[in-house]
């Protein structure tokens, strides 16, 4: 009977003794919670009392806290993003603006001749069609980048779809004096996607590279066992890393003149549709080469 008092005290004591350390780390995590909540601190929950179901406690803290984190970057980040394209619309918005009132005021002279009405008229039709590209790109891409953005998905020659995008562009590489070269191969490459989608996605790929072009575009489609890939590539004077790394950025422009051609949302446009039918749009530079490439499962 001795015996057993004197194991039921140690047992007691045991417990008792790893209620109160159990107790005291508990109260020293509610601290370092406080304090991390604070941002008197921005170090992570550590324990000095080691016991297994507290340790799987505070490491699921310390996951929550990196979370948190995590979404707090991304939240400035995406606040950033918006301050930037708020910024630039704005900007690509005044420009035109601003040259069509400019010119309208002229208009409104009786002392200008004919020949300077019809160029000034022409001016100010020309800034009406930038704006109005602009806010229906703008508005393209907001409504893309909803999660509900319909996609009709279907079988398509891709084959078929590429030429007769690069047939509408006949007048354009002639402007540019470009001769592209084009690698299709001639069995018939079918894909499972959204058509106008796809057409979308070429379209914005070779107005960029007969924009930015320096001499020479190709155009290659390969299938593979996986995969199909349409690589859209063309020469380039100076491109830098940085403007790589941000080719896809919603109004960017590598010149990064906000009065150049073009919106600086055509290739966002066709990187969110690439996302909507779960292809890839990249892009990587090869000396002096600028390579889209696109890329669907088979």
């Keep these: 009977m001795l015996y057993v008092m004197i194991l039921a005290i140690i047992v007691l004591v045991y417990v008792l003794t790893r209620l109160y350390f159990l107790k005291r780390e508990i109260k020293r995590t509610t601290r370092q919670l406080n304090e991390l909540n604070k941002n008197a601190t921005a170090k992570k929950i550590d324990i000095s009392y080691f016991d297994r179901d507290f340790e799987k406690l505070a490491k699921e803290i310390n996951n929550q806290i990196d979370l948190t984190k995590k979404a707090k970057a991304e939240k400035r980040s995406t606040e950033n993003e918006l301050k930037q394209a708020i910024s630039y619309i704005s900007h690509d918005i005044r420009t035109p603006m601003t040259t069509i009132l400019g010119y309208i005021q002229f208009l409104e002279s009786d002392e200008i001749t004919p020949e300077m009405r019809k160029e000034y008229i022409s001016i100010v039709k020309n800034g009406a069609r930038r704006l109005k590209i602009l806010l229906e790109d703008f508005f393209e891409l907001s409504i893309i980048e909803q999660a509900d953005y319909p996609m009709k998905i279907e079988m398509i020659k891709l084959n078929q779809l590429i030429l007769e995008v690069l047939l509408g562009f006949y007048e354009e590489f002639n402007k540019r004096n470009l001769e592209p070269t084009i690698k299709i191969p001639d069995n018939d490459i079918v894909l499972r996607a959204d058509h106008s989608a796809v057409k979308r996605v070429i379209e914005n790929l070779v107005v960029n590279a007969i924009r930015y072009s320096s ?3 190709t155009i290659q489609l ?6 199909v890939q349409l690589t859209i590539s063309n020469s380039v004077d100076q491109l830098s890393e940085q403007d790589l790394n941000h080719m896809f950025d919603r109004f960017y422009k590598a010149d990064q003149t906000r009065t150049g051609k073009g919106t600086g949302l055509g290739l966002p446009i066709a990187k969110s549709l690439m996302g909507k039918m779960n292809g ?5 530079q090869m000396e002096n080469q600028l390579f889209m490439k696109c890329e669907w499962g088979n």
Excluded: H, Y
């Excluded at 390969?222 to 995969?227: A, D, G, I, Q, V």
């Excluded at 890839?280 to 990587?284: D, H, I, K």
């Design 215 to 217: 001499g020479t575009v």
């Design 222 to 227: 390969e299938e593979f066992n996986t995969s």
């Design 280 to 284: 890839r749009l990249t892009a990587e």
